[in-house]
């Protein structure tokens, strides 16, 4: 059995960070009697306050329920918001009814008073005769969708100050938020501009971020526990859960896992795949029956193994200028598709200094247990004519430096001396432990008596504890909060050391308690 030492300092943490609420408004219009009038209801007025301008609610179209809000000619219907800094979803769904007339206005505001600071973000017009739209940039390459709900959708960055903007699920616009750059969103104004009615519902701004995994997340636990920002305006909630996006996406019965529970969290059942992509969907449903979308969200499961990082590669060899042993494994040369060039400088190459066999060592921050390395060989553009690249080489591992253990020997594969150069030499490294791998060149492909490498990636299979919550130097902390962690692989039971003091920790004097559990 293994066990895996978890060190933790504890800190003073004076501060207590609170998280607010993600979801800051919704309307599906469901509480007002069909037929009356919004200005002074539920927040919504009129523009600067103007009766006259207010708005229906109408039974005749709704996306969910029985209402939605009809923006007569005369409409000019306005909800403020108080929301500052970070990033929002904007969402709406809209219907508009085929043979209408004139130009009407989905419009968003940085900031809104009444009569005063009104400064615009957004005015989409959408021409009900023939169907164009266009936004505050220009013609949109996108065409009303006519007697249909569809969505209208802003991915608003307040930090960075930028707006996405889709109908319709189609990206339609990029553009600045604010050239004033107030970092807000003021207010919602349902322009009807003296055009046909246009319908709208299920009114949403609410926050992404506060989903766990967060979305696009690469590496998440194979036990991880789904969670999303709780609701005000949701009773329950239906979760949608699988490795088919458009599945997700359409809320389609088959990934449907949980209908009408009222948690804001999901476990799914088992162990996620290594390495697999998942999606997820989360709909709220309001206490009339309502079901709206609160997001969808994707991560990866965690992979099976993990390249080393930062590895400090040396060489008893003299390099050719610029072909450093460190270019062998700091990525230089490789696209994003692991695919090496033919640049000298992408490279590693050396001339023996003295009688000794070249070799090439490579040193970890800690020892690992090895999985298998990758060698993409020299790779120069003469290499099948030259040939710099290595043949045959010992392997030898280290946990100190000073104690060497030879692993075997090996053949290595020639470089194609092509650009789309992939790794062609997996060796299994056994499971070795180590801190450093030294590389002795035995033969080469050619007769100069320089060697190279293009790159070498050594895999590591994570059986230390990693990724503690709360991170490594976080602040604010709550003085009850758990302490968690990523589990080693082989781990099965965890050593927990915590105390002010870091050289206690460090040293193993500050021990509280073992335990089975990461947590």
Same mark, same amino acid.
């Given at each position: 059995m293994r066990t895996v030492r978890l060190l933790i300092v504890a800190l003073a943490m004076l501060s207590v960070c609170s998280a607010a609420s993600a979801q800051v408004f919704f309307e599906d219009f469901e509480s007002y009697e069909a037929g009356s009038g919004l200005h002074g209801q539920g927040g919504w007025k009129g523009w600067d306050g103007s009766s006259g301008a207010g708005a229906p609610t109408s039974d005749d179209f709704a996306f969910s329920g029985n209402n939605s809000v009809e923006i007569v000619p005369t409409a000019d219907l306005v909800h403020e918001f108080d929301v500052a800094g970070g990033t929002w979803i904007f969402s709406a769904m809209q219907y508009i009814p085929s043979g209408g007339s004139g130009e009407t206005y989905f419009i968003l505001l940085n900031s809104y008073d009444d009569g005063a600071n009104q400064d615009w973000s957004i005015q989409t017009r959408y021409n009900l005769a023939n169907g164009n739209i266009t936004t505050w940039t220009g013609a949109a390459d996108a065409s009303v969708v006519f007697d249909e709900w569809v969505e209208l959708k802003y991915v608003i960055d307040l930090d960075e100050n930028t707006v996405d903007e889709y109908y319709n699920g189609t990206l339609i616009d990029t553009r600045v938020w604010d050239n004033d750059n107030h970092g807000t969103i003021g207010a919602i104004d349902l322009y009807a501009?003296?055009?046909?009615?246009?319908? /709208?519902?299920?009114?949403?701004?609410?926050?992404?971020?506060?989903?766990?995994?967060?979305?696009?997340?690469?590496?998440?636990?194979?036990?991880?526990?789904l969670t999303w920002p709780a609701s005000q305006y949701a009773a329950s909630y239906n979760v949608y859960f699988g490795t088919s996006l458009e599945d997700v996406e359409a809320g389609d019965a088959s990934v449907l896992v949980s209908e009408a529970q009222t948690g804001n969290t999901y476990d799914p059942d088992g162990l996620l795949d290594y390495g697999q992509a998942y999606y997820w969907r989360v709909d709220g449903v309001t206490p009339a029956g309502t079901v709206y979308t609160i997001g969808v969200w994707s991560f990866q499961a965690e992979p099976f193994v993990y390249p080393i990082e930062n590895i400090i590669a040396t060489s008893n060899s003299i390099p050719d200028a610029g072909a450093v042993p460190e270019n062998a494994v700091n990525g230089s040369g490789l696209n994003a598709d692991d695919q090496h060039s033919r640049e000298a400088g992408d490279m590693w190459l050396g001339s023996p200094d003295g009688a000794d066999p070249?070799?090439?060592?490579?040193?970890?921050?800690?020892? /690992?247990?090895? /999985?298998?390395?990758?060698?993409?060989? /020299?790779?120069?553009?003469?290499?099948?004519?030259?040939?710099?690249?290595?043949k045959d080489v010992t392997l030898e591992t280290s946990e100190n430096g000073a104690d060497w253990t030879a692993l075997g020997d090996y053949t290595l594969a020639q470089g194609t001396a092509t650009v789309d150069y992939t790794a062609n030499t997996t060796i299994d490294l056994e499971g070795v432990a180590a801190k450093f791998v030294r590389m002795t060149v035995n033969s080469g492909y050619g007769m100069f008596g320089q060697y190279g490498l293009s790159e070498v990636r050594i895999l590591q299979k994570p059986v230390h504890a990693r990724k503690p919550q709360p991170a490594d130097g976080a602040t604010g902390v709550k003085p009850d909060d758990i302490l968690n962690w990523r589990a080693g692989r082989e781990a099965v039971s965890h050593e927990v050391y915590v105390s002010a003091d870091e050289a206690a920790v460090a040293d193993g004097t500050a021990f509280i308690a073992t335990i089975a559990e990461n947590s």
């Open positions: 501009n003296n055009a046909s009615s246009v319908y /709208y519902d299920n009114i949403l701004l609410m926050s992404p971020g506060a989903a766990n995994p967060v979305d696009g997340e690469a590496d998440a636990p194979r036990d991880v526990v070249i070799y090439i060592q490579f040193e970890f921050d800690r020892v /690992y247990k090895l /999985y298998e390395m990758l060698v993409w060989n /020299y790779n120069g553009e003469f290499e099948t004519i030259l040939a710099f690249g290595i």
